[in-house]
T-cell receptor
Framework: GNSVTQMEGPVTLSEEAFLTINCTYT??????LFWYVQYPGEGLQLLLK?????DKGSNKGFEATYRKETTSFHLEKGSVQVSDSAVYFC?????????????FGTGTRLTIIP | GAGVSQSPSNKVTEKGKDVELRCDPI?????LYWYRQSLGQGLEFLIY????????KSGLPSDRFSAERTGGSVSTLTIQRTQQEDSAVYLC??????????????FGPGTRLTVL
């Protein structure tokens, strides 16, 4: 079956620090990969995605590269801000003109201190 | 435009009672998903609806759980004889008609269910 393993939190960093949240996956088939973010008091929202090997998804200064050889999709940001404090979820789906149910990792809570 | 809405936002119930959770997807979205976010299990898929096709119920944890989608729009998730392990946040998401590439799922704010 499909599964996602991501770095356990919580993670606490100082403002302007470099961020990496690790994510690896197991999938039967060729998945699309995602990072979702849940800000305090808000709903889950898509942060970035990549649909094929070597694709790089990016948004709001965050980046993640689809690495098929290592089955990974690590999230990175060069300089974090207090406003990046949230819970981050790595996810995958097998997209095939039909059910695109997402398989999520357990989530990583990130806190940025000024 | 309006996003996905869910009601109620919070529900507290006693063990053994039935509950109904409602989801209003984005207008025009044909696909609708229910997920559950709980401390023990993380975020997990429950059920998927697409148009008039038979739903994918493969994620429902027991036969106490059921869902329907009326008129291809509003969906109701029903939990019968609730148990304490059903306590979780229930999330609904919708997306546009499936195609050759991933269609972004837009999530509602969730319903927090507490079973006493």
């Amino acid at each position: 079956g499909n599964s996602v393993t991501q770095m356990e939190g919580p993670v606490t960093l100082s403002e302007e620090a470099f961020l990496t949240i690790n994510c690896t996956y197991t999938a039967t088939g060729y998945p699309s990969l995602f990072w979702y973010v849940q800000y305090p008091g808000e709903g889950l929202q898509l942060l970035l995605k990549a649909t094929k090997a070597d694709d790089k998804g990016s948004n709001k200064g965050f980046e993640a590269t689809y690495r098929k050889e290592t089955t990974s999709f690590h999230l990175e940001k060069g300089s974090v801000q207090v406003s990046d404090s949230a819970v981050y979820f790595c996810a995958l789906c097998i997209s095939n003109f039909g059910n695109e149910k997402l398989t999520f990792g357990t989530g990583t809570r990130l806190t940025i201190i000024p | 435009g309006a996003g996905v809405s869910q009601s109620p936002s919070n529900k507290v119930t006693e063990k053994g009672k039935d509950v109904e959770l409602r989801c209003d997807p984005i207008s025009g979205h044909t696909a609708l998903y229910w997920y559950r976010q709980s401390l023990g299990q993380g975020l997990e898929f429950l059920i998927y609806f697409q148009g008039n096709s038979a739903p994918d119920k493969s994620g429902l944890p027991s036969d106490r759980f059921s869902a329907e989608r009326t008129g291809g729009s509003v969906s109701t998730l029903t939990i019968q004889r609730t148990q304490q392990e059903d306590s979780a946040v229930y999330l609904c998401a919708s997306s546009s008609r499936p195609g050759p590439s991933y269609n972004e799922q837009f999530f509602g704010p969730g319903t927090r269910l507490t079973v006493l």
